[in-house]
């Protein structure tokens, strides 16, 4: 039972093959597109490297970029196959050739959509990410001498400024870490010695955050220090104030960021992955009628294309049988052995 | 004495015309380019009007976006006009056209290179002109609720972030403007009255800046009050401290900036006049010797040349022309009042 049959006169035929020359062409176009979408998009994953602990979302540009290349390849090659195809004497060649290149283009149009998916799909992931990133990045900002830390501050400030966010969930993360350093706190002073006394760890904590938070949309010169504290401050009620500093976490704004990237550049893939499809699927019909051309005196004749020869199950059982054939030969194989 | 004469036998003057048909068209995306680089400059200068007097600087895009405009059609013109040049049926239409088309190609290249001086001479006006509006805007940093001013804080913080700097000149304008509003400041405390009692306009000033002056690149948590003060801050000195806040004015940062785009811009308009001169040149060439071709033998060998007669002489011919142009109103004004005269004396 052929799977999806149709009639291809010649002219059906020639047309067939023109259009899919020009389909191919845009195709291969496409696959230069995704390549540049996965090129961005790492580009600028890598910026914000430095809050992110893990580089595991960095499978969905790598995919991208692994995808548009071989369907460069893949494309190129469905162009040539159908200039050759109006020529009933140059088509044969290429035989031998369509197994496996039906197999090397089904994986990678599948691995396309598999991309789209896992940008979906991994934004838990990204978001554990830059938890961690984030939390580190707090607790190390007053390292400003460590080697290996001492742009953490700059980092984390000029993150803050860019993407209007305070902190790793909100602000309130500033007042769990000392982020002032040792070297710029007056040991000798009576607030300096209550505050290190007032917690296990000894750390100077309180309640103020760093300058980068600093919401300049705010009517007011900018509160910093004593935010909890509504005496400390003429006309000033903490629980009212929104516009003081940034209300958002930074996790938060890099997940809206990363994710509003990815939904456009999904957008885009998905598209491209229904070009890609839709070549594949004319390769197969110009093939299989160009096949029942074969030995033929007249190639003016109609002929009949289709998909697949036996069903969808038929197919898949054909493949799989020498797989399962192989293995149970080994299990029979070893069985003999042990006897 | 022709001016540089040169002969154009046959192929020679056709590939005069499909070169110059190429040229033409480069000259129409030049001036396109011309164009878009006025709106660009344009665009830039608009982001920061708030913080500029006057909109003197804005000659220069403004001459840019005109000028390529008219580079543009002026250039489409000669292609069409080179296109019919080989064609001796077409060609006469385009004659009487050709003398003011060089006249208004000249005028193209004369005010491409007025833009070009102008955006260098008007670096002292730019300059003024930020001056007062960063003055401004760091007065009236505090009327956030004045309608009409209640976004000069929001432009200022941004101004400094983005640009890097801090003030006018240098931070120490932030000492002397009172930039923390009345509604923010506690009247019945000690430290307000004595402030506010310490001038003669009773205002509050300090030694601090706005947040936006901190530079994110200290290794040291922002210090923004007490700045003069040594004992206000642990292991602070004022006099060697460098990377807290942001050393640089906007006034020079602006400044600095603007001028960067100018010198960018200012090469390739340059470029842009000598493709029009090269555009003027061949097209005069083509005209004058297809003005010598022989109607009898079309294919025979012509002179072609940029003057007919020299420099000063052509010259002396255009100020003979005007003055007889003038001579004549002259000279029949002078006519009807003798005229008038004689049949006064006729009549008495």
Same mark, same amino acid.
């Given at each position: ?36 979408? %996965? ?43 159908? +200039?050759?195809?109006?020529?009933? %004497? ?12 039906? %197999? ?47 742009? +953490? ?81 003429? @006309?000033?009620?903490? +629980? ?8 958002? %976490? ?20 998905? @598209? ?5 499809? @839709? ?16 030995? +033929? ?43 | ?7 154009? !036998? ?82 006469? !239409? ?24 102008? $955006? ?8 003024? $002109? ?85 530079? !994110?690149? $200290? ?58 001169? $090269? ?70």
């Amino acid at each position: 039972m052929v799977l999806m049959k149709m009639k291809f006169p010649f002219e059906k035929r020639v047309k067939l093959a023109q259009g899919l020359w020009l389909l191919s062409w845009m195709a291969t176009l496409a696959g230069a597109f995704t390549f540049t979408l %996965g090129c961005f998009l790492k580009t600028e994953l890598r910026r914000r490297a430095e809050v992110m602990d893990n580089t595991e979302i960095h499978a969905v540009p790598n995919t991208l970029m692994i995808v548009g290349l071989a369907s460069l390849g893949i494309n190129y090659f469905a162009g040539r196959m159908c +200039q050759d195809a109006l020529d009933a %004497g140059r088509f044969p060649r290429w035989k031998t050739f369509m197994q496996p290149y039906w %197999g090397v283009s089904l994986l990678f149009t599948l691995l396309m959509l598999m991309a789209v998916i896992m940008s979906y799909a991994m934004k838990g992931n990204l978001e554990s990410s830059l938890k961690i990133g984030l939390k580190n990045g707090i607790r190390f900002y007053k390292d400003t001498d460590t080697p290996g830390r001492c742009f +953490q501050k700059q980092t984390i400030d000029r993150l803050q400024m860019e993407f209007r966010c305070c902190g790793n969930t909100d602000f309130k993360d500033w007042f769990e870490v000392q982020w002032i350093s040792n070297r710029y706190l007056d040991f000798s002073s009576k607030e300096v010695k209550d505050r290190v006394k007032s917690n296990v760890d000894g750390r100077y904590l309180f309640d103020g955050v760093p300058f980068s938070c600093c919401n300049p949309s705010s009517p007011r010169p900018c509160i910093q220090d004593r935010l909890t504290n509504n005496s400390a401050h003429y @006309s000033y009620e903490h +629980q009212t104030e929104e516009l003081n500093i940034y209300i958002r %976490g930074c996790r938060e704004a890099l997940v809206n960021y990363y994710m509003g990237l990815m939904n456009t550049i999904g957008a885009g893939v998905l @598209s491209v992955f229904l070009l890609q499809s @839709s070549v594949l699927v004319s390769l197969r019909y110009l093939q299989t009628t160009m096949e029942a051309l074969a030995g +033929q005196e007249n190639t003016e004749i109609e002929t009949e294309g289709y998909l697949l020869e036996k069903g969808v199950k038929e197919t898949i059982m054909e493949y799989v049988t020498p797989v399962l054939v192989f293995l149970q030969l080994n299990q029979v194989g070893s069985e003999d052995t042990e006897a | 004495m022709v001016l540089l004469k040169l002969q154009f !036998p046959l192929q020679r003057r056709v590939r005069l015309a499909q070169g110059l048909w190429l040229l033409s068209w480069l000259a129409v995306l030049a001036g396109a380019f011309t164009f878009s680089l006025g709106v660009y400059l344009k665009t830039e200068l608009l982001r920061r009007a708030e913080v500029m007097d006057n909109t003197e600087i804005h000659v220069v895009p403004n001459i840019l976006m005109l000028v390529g405009l008219v580079t543009m059609g002026i250039n489409l013109f000669a292609g069409r006009v080179c296109q019919d040049s080989l064609d001796s049926a077409r060609f006469p !239409p385009w004659k009487p056209f050709l003398l003011p088309w060089y006249g208004l190609a000249w005028m193209v290249c004369v005010w491409l290179l007025s833009a070009v001086v102008l $955006s260098y001479a008007l670096q002292g006006h730019l300059e003024e $002109s930020l001056k007062v509006g960063l003055r401004n805007g760091i007065r009236f940093y505090r009327d956030t609720d004045v309608p009409g001013r209640c976004f000069q804080k929001e432009t200022i913080d941004r101004l400094q972030m983005e640009l890097r700097c801090c003030g006018n000149t240098n931070y120490r304008d932030w000492f002397e403007v009172q930039w923390i509003s009345n509604r923010y400041l506690d009247f019945t405390s000690k430290e307000v009255k004595d402030r506010v009692r310490s001038n003669v306009d009773g205002r509050y000033l300090m030694d601090g800046v706005p947040f936006s002056c901190c530079n !994110p690149g $200290s290794p040291r948590p922002c210090l923004q009050n007490h700045l003069t003060d040594n004992t206000a801050h642990y292991n602070y000195e004022h006099q060697s401290e460098e990377l807290n806040l942001y050393n640089r004015g906007c006034r020079q940062a602006l400044v600095d900036y603007y001028m960067g785009l100018m010198n960018t811009i200012g090469p390739g308009i340059l470029s842009v006049i000598s493709l029009q001169i $090269s555009v003027l040149v061949s097209l005069r060439y083509l005209h004058t010797s297809l003005e010598g071709v022989d109607p009898e033998n079309p294919e025979a060998d012509s002179e072609g040349y940029i003057l007919a007669k020299g420099v000063k002489e052509t010259l002396m011919d255009v100020k003979t022309t005007v003055f007889k142009l003038l001579q004549f109103g002259q000279v029949e004004a002078g006519d009807e009042a003798e005229a008038g005269a004689d049949g006064e004396k006729a009549a008495s």
